[in-house]
Each structure stands twice: as structure tokens, then as C-alpha cells.
């Protein structure tokens, strides 16, 4: 059977959460007003200092639906599409992108996995060069807007079940497979591999971690891919899938823990 390496999407390789990250480029678009800008940003500030608790996320969920009831989904994955060379490449951790290259080397399907919508997780996930995505479906109706509803929401245990899902159709021994999350509401994708990951976890995330004898790894490098290998400007993430992302050492890391990943910062 086939290994894999699963990750979580913000704040593991990315520094910043996605939604909030395209929210000026909605505006731009004239999907949100420039209020609507202000308070997703305000909500940015205690998702990235506070962690992202089970409340929390709800209250985020329940107004993500609200705000994008109405929306043309093929226009949402334009602005997507069009803007994430601008949006992503500079928020991207470095160490994110070096386990990623360490996973495929070794022969390692890999996938991101976010409570994001698809319409953004996947793009970037195409962009990062990743053999595929886990994420939320919003539900549109018959002219393709979004209807307000959830078709799938990517989120704790659905992404464990998510995850068993991809390994049951791919061959996957998840047993054998990795995974790196920053958040405590995703200690269920943790348990779901046999070789789970923390990264830049919040608290709770962290006590867990050190209780179960978890690896935690610090993110704090953000590259442009642009500085790491030639990538052309293209307005399309599509375009970019399949580039080929130049090695920078986590190689040597995951051979010192036995291919089990990078060197634990504590």
C-alpha cells in the first residue's frame, strides 16, 4: 500500500487563515463591502492569537454562509484563480514547502486539507504541487450561487473521515502516513495516521501533544516559491501544478527521525 502526508492549510503552510488572506480581492471584485473587509480581518487577529476553538469555528462557519449567500461560484473561483500567485505565495512557510518536497521524494502522495472552502483549497493545493485537497463544498443552486448551506464541512472528525475515504480509494496505509495540523479541533486528523505532527500548535494542542508524546514543529519562514525556483507569473493555479519545488534540507531531517519528520522543537 501507498503512504501519504496530509496537511492542515492554515497556519501550517500557510501563515495566515485563507479566507481573510482573498478577502481584499472579494472586496475588489465587489462580492464584500470594504465593513465586511474590516471585521474578517478583526476576526484574522483572534484566530491567529487565540487558536481556533470549537465555538469559534462555528461562529466563523455561520458567517462565512451568511456572507457568501448569493455569490456566482464560477466568479469566486476566478478572483481565486487570478490572484493566487499575489495572495499565497508570500505567506507560505518555507518548512511547510520543504516537508512537502521530503513527502514526495520519498514516494509520498500529498494532500491539503482545510476547512476552506474548495474554491480556494484546491487551486492552491494544484499550486503547491499537491496530488489533491480536502475541503468544504458549499451547496449552489441551479444558476451556481451559493445557497447558504453546507454540503460537506471539512472540519474535526469529517476530515478523519475525509481522510479514510482518500486512503480507501487511493490505497492508502494511513497507519504508515503523516500528518500536521496547528489546531486542537484537529486532533482527530492526527489519530486518524500513525505518524501525527503539530505545528505552531495553539495551547490545548500543544498540552495534548507533549502528554501523547507528539513531534511539534515552529513554521516561521515564509518564501516566495519565486525565490526557490523560477515560476512564471501566471494567472492560473492550474497552470503551475506539477512544478518541481527545489530541495532545502528536510530531507536530512526526516532521516534523523527515521522518515518520521522534522526535528521536533519541543
Do not use: C
Not at 487563515?17 to 471584485?29: D, K
Not at 482527530?188 to 501533544?209: S, T
Amino acid at each position: 500500500m501507498e503512504e501519504a502526508a496530509f496537511f492542515d492549510l492554515d497556519k501550517t503552510v500557510i501563515a495566515r487563515a485563507s479566507m481573510a488572506a482573498f478577502s481584499h480581492h472579494f472586496y475588489r471584485g465587489g462580492l464584500i463591502s470594504r465593513s465586511t473587509v474590516v471585521r474578517v480581518m478583526a476576526r484574522q487577529l483572534v484566530y491567529l492569537h487565540l487558536g481556533a476553538s470549537e465555538q469559534k469555528l462555528d461562529r466563523i462557519r455561520e458567517s462565512v454562509l451568511r456572507l457568501t449567500r448569493g455569490w456566482d461560484q464560477r466568479e469566486v473561483s476566478r478572483i481565486v484563480r487570478e490572484t493566487l500567485d499575489e495572495v499565497v505565495e508570500p505567506i507560505i512557510y518555507a518548512e511547510a514547502l520543504e516537508l512537502l518536497e521530503t513527502h514526495q521524494a520519498a514516494g509520498r502522495k500529498t494532500y491539503i486539507v482545510s476547512a476552506s472552502p474548495e474554491e480556494i483549497v484546491s487551486p492552491l493545493a494544484e499550486y503547491l504541487g499537491a496530488d489533491g485537497a480536502i475541503a468544504s463544498r458549499a451547496m449552489v443552486d441551479l444558476d451556481g450561487r451559493y445557497t447558504g448551506e453546507m454540503a460537506f464541512y471539512a472540519y474535526g472528525p469529517f476530515k478523519a473521515e475525509a481522510m479514510q475515504e482518500v486512503a480507501e480509494r487511493e490505497g492508502i496505509d494511513l497507519d504508515a502516513s503523516y500528518a500536521y495540523s496547528d489546531s486542537y479541533t484537529d486532533v482527530p486528523m492526527l489519530e486518524a495516521v500513525g505518524h501525527p505532527f503539530v505545528v505552531n500548535p495553539d495551547r490545548v494542542l500543544a498540552r495534548l501533544a507533549r502528554d501523547r508524546g507528539w513531534e511539534s514543529l515552529q513554521f516561521s519562514r515564509p518564501v516566495r516559491l519565486r525565490d526557490r525556483v523560477p515560476v512564471p507569473n501566471l494567472p492560473t493555479a492550474a497552470a503551475l501544478t506539477g512544478v518541481a519545488l527545489a530541495a532545502t534540507g528536510a530531507a536530512v531531517f526526516l532521516k534523523r527521525h527515521g522518515h518520521r519528520g522534522a526535528r521536533a522543537s519541543g
